[in-house]
């Protein structure tokens, strides 16, 4: 045992005291950083010779203490937890976002909506069979039928753009996907070589653990630990991020809406060339919007537009205008589609009101004032079947698919909330604990050096007593 | 010192700040509803009442029409009822010549003369009657595209047979006109073929004057029946116009049940919600600023 060996435990306390206020600086410091999560030293203690050996004498006392490490407090499982919620968060705000374009885009229930157009429609034949004789009742007839066709035209426009843009996101999306995993990849390389030496790199591993967050409310990512420090990222079962090395994704399939039919939109793996994995994530919300909610809607609206294109045409073929001849196609037979839905029909002595055929003198047919068939026409909103039912329930559906969104949606943020709540809890910088933690290296400080005072006057005494 | 949960300035601070979002969103919400005076905005917020909302609305729209339609069809009847009165005031005035033409047999040439002159003029009168016009169609004239309904010479009729008709209800459909051979009779002994028969008897054959009397009785009658048609008709739509204004009455109240906001109660809520978004502020400012820091020195 060294004379001195008492300065040098007590030098060991000092050095391994001031590393632990400098941790407890770093935490506080960074109590408000995003993503940073708490440090704490890991102070060992260090003891004699662990070999006994010839001539090695050891009072037994140890030999002080050292700082071993700095902890990065962070739970994997709560990471990962919180990645898959936050991946169903993201899908789920997707499509309600979607639902609620769509619930603006028909203006239902109200004064301006495809509804209030089918009325007007309606009552534009009942006015018609009141006065079959009136240019004006008819030309009104023709004009009601145009802003129908007009506000389904409209609709599908609309959805259409809608349908661009999401599909625009999605390749904005993919870009932020690549570039993103490019850095978690990066970023473990550099990981991965400060373990391998030995150096802390918790600073380091904050910031690539937020960017797999960012993967995970970008198309759903989940992670593994690997090796090293690193991370692996997957996409279903396949690896986005494998340690420094990572793949990257392309959006394929068709680029506008009318192109839709001819197969769906999807993510690919640039290697291989085969279909991501996107169950949520904004992308999972996304690509349902793409290949299922907006043409859906599209179709439901279709079906209303077929039953108002046939059964207007049906009925009015059924009568004779007022030329005396049969009703010809007031919407275009071809055009059962929002898209293609139009007005075929522009004379308004076409309008077929009348539902009797009359002769004149010689056999040859001639018009009537009948409003016979206007009046019939215009009773198809209370069919059944009639464009109008068909438009409700679709509306209705619309209205219960949102609102099972938005409830599931909002149930969501609560999940994430207590996902967050629950990492920050392991992870977060708790002011108070830093304060006592900040006391007791002081203390302990001023203990060491106290003892260092003490063994410096003990040594002092000893080299007095030879003078 | 170990506790189940940790607790960190930072969560706390996040969870006072998602509770003071969830209030103000709410505050947000009851003031749009305010604001719009609507408590469906679209159809999520109730899929139920979007339904109620949406056939409320058809349902008020269709029955405004059916007013419409009664309205017109009331012009049309209200027309043949007044037109259907006077003839029968020319019709007895006829009845009263002829009578007096075969009454008095041993009476001069010429004072039947001019009994004969004004029955021809009556006749032009019915033919007149006969041809009045609603909104520029004849009334009697079933569904032709003609200014007439009897030729104003020959007294033949030119109109159709088809009937005018009004819907003024689900499924309801009365017919608002009659035609000329159901009011006057069939082409040939119709009315004015009677009357005109009767001038001539009066100037040629006196004697068969008492036979024309039938034959006008019986016309007079077939008028009378029409006449009373018509007001039984008049007074049905009429009571189908009262019950289709009715109807948008109560539709207007039960859309408004449904769609628009209870005011009172929605400015109760308002008031609530601002006094507990006030309380939250309040005790976030209370409950953050405290910490250990601010105990050592």
Do not use: C
Request: charged share 20%; no cysteine; aromatic share 6%.
């Amino acid at each position: 045992m060294s004379t001195f060996s008492g300065l040098s435990i007590a030098l060991s306390s000092l050095y391994a005291q001031r590393r632990g206020l400098d941790v407890t600086g770093q935490n506080v410091a960074n109590a408000n950083t995003d993503g940073y999560s708490r440090q704490r030293v890991l102070l060992e203690s260090v003891g004699g010779p662990q070999t006994p050996a010839m001539w090695s004498t050891w009072s037994g006392a140890g030999s002080g203490v050292r700082a071993a490490d700095v902890e990065r407090i962070r739970d994997m499982f709560l990471e990962q937890r919180a990645q898959a919620e936050h991946g169903e968060q993201s899908r789920l705000d997707t499509q309600q976002t979607t639902f609620s374009r769509l619930e603006q885009l028909f203006d239902e229930p109200g004064d301006l909506g495809l509804a209030q157009a089918f009325g007007d429609f309606w009552n534009s034949w009942h006015d018609l069979a009141n006065a079959p004789g009136d240019m004006a009742a008819r030309k009104q007839v023709l004009q009601r039928a145009s802003a129908v066709t007009d506000t389904l035209n409209g609709a599908y426009t609309q959805v259409a753009t809608e349908w661009s843009g999401a599909r625009d996101q999605l390749s904005a999306l993919a870009h932020e996907v690549n570039a993103t995993a490019a850095s978690v990849a990066q970023l473990n390389g550099t990981i991965a070589a400060a373990v391998q030496s030995g150096v802390p790199a918790n600073e380091l591993m904050d910031k690539r653990d937020q960017l797999v967050m960012r993967l995970s409310d970008l198309v759903g990512a989940t992670s593994r630990s690997g090796d090293s420090g690193t991370v692996d990222v997957y996409l279903g079962g396949t690896s986005l991020v494998r340690g420094n090395i990572y793949d990257t994704l392309n959006v394929t399939g068709p680029s506008d809406f009318q192109s839709l039919g001819s197969g769906s939109v999807s993510l690919e793996w640039a290697t291989g060339a085969f279909k991501a994995e996107t169950p949520s994530g904004q992308a999972g919300g996304l690509l349902t919007t793409l290949n299922d909610t907006l043409p859906r809607y599209v179709s439901r609206l279709d079906e209303v537009t077929n039953a108002l294109v046939t059964q207007v045409n049906t009925a009015h073929a059924a009568g004779y205008d007022l030329n005396g001849a049969a009703g010809q196609p007031l919407f275009d037979p071809a055009g059962t589609t929002a898209q293609n839905v139009r007005v075929v029909l522009f004379d308004a002595s076409l309008v077929a009101a009348s539902g009797t055929p009359s002769l004149d003198g010689s056999g040859n047919p001639v018009g009537n004032l009948d409003g016979s068939n206007a009046d019939l026409l215009g009773k198809i909103a209370t069919q059944t079947g009639s464009p109008d039912k068909v438009y409700r329930a679709m509306i209705v559906d619309l209205g219960v698919e949102s609102q099972g969104v938005t409830r599931r949606a909002e149930v969501q943020a609560s999940v994430v909330g207590q996902a967050d709540a629950d990492r920050e809890s392991q992870s977060g910088v708790n002011l108070d604990e830093e304060m006592v933690n900040m006391l007791a290296f002081q203390r302990a400080y001023e203990a060491a050096a106290r003892l260092m005072s003490t063994v410096d006057s003990t040594l002092e005494t000893l080299i007095n007593m030879a003078r | 010192m170990s506790s189940a949960f940790r607790v960190t300035q930072r969560s706390l601070g996040a969870r006072a700040l998602s509770g003071l979002q969830t209030q103000l969103g709410q505050l947000g919400r009851i003031q749009e509803q305010l604001s719009s005076g609507r408590l469906i905005a679209k159809p999520s917020d109730s899929p139920t009442g979007t339904v109620v909302a949406m056939q409320s609305r058809g349902e008020i729209r269709a029955n405004e029409q059916y007013g419409r339609n009664a309205s017109d069809g009331l012009g049309w009847l209200g027309m043949a009822d007044t037109t259907l009165m006077s003839s029968l005031t020319s019709i007895r005035r006829v009845r009263d010549l002829a009578l007096q033409g075969a009454s008095t047999g041993s009476s001069s040439q010429t004072s039947r003369e001019a009994l004969a002159q004004e029955v021809d003029s009556l006749r032009d009168g019915l033919l007149q009657l006969a041809n009045t016009q609603y909104l520029g169609r004849p009334i009697f004239g079933g569904t032709t595209t003609g200014a007439v309904a009897y030729d104003t010479t020959s007294g033949t009729y030119a109109g159709d047979t088809n009937h005018v008709a009004r819907t003024v209800g689900d499924n309801t459909s009365v017919e608002v006109a009659f035609t000329g051979p159901e009011v006057f009779g069939p082409a040939g002994s119709d009315l004015f073929a009677v009357v005109g028969q009767i001038a001539d008897h009066l100037r040629n054959d006196p004697a068969s004057l008492q036979g024309d009397l039938t034959a006008l009785d019986a016309s007079m009658q077939n008028v009378l029946g029409r006449l009373s048609e018509v007001g039984a008709r008049y007074s049905r739509v009429d009571a189908m116009k009262t019950a289709a204004d009715d109807r948008v009455l109560d539709l207007k109240t039960r859309l408004s049940e449904v769609e628009n906001v209870d005011l009172p109660k929605t400015i109760m809520d308002l008031q609530m919600q601002q006094v507990a978004y006030q309380a939250a502020l309040g005790a976030t400012s209370k409950v953050i600023t405290p910490s250990l820091v601010d105990f050592l020195r």
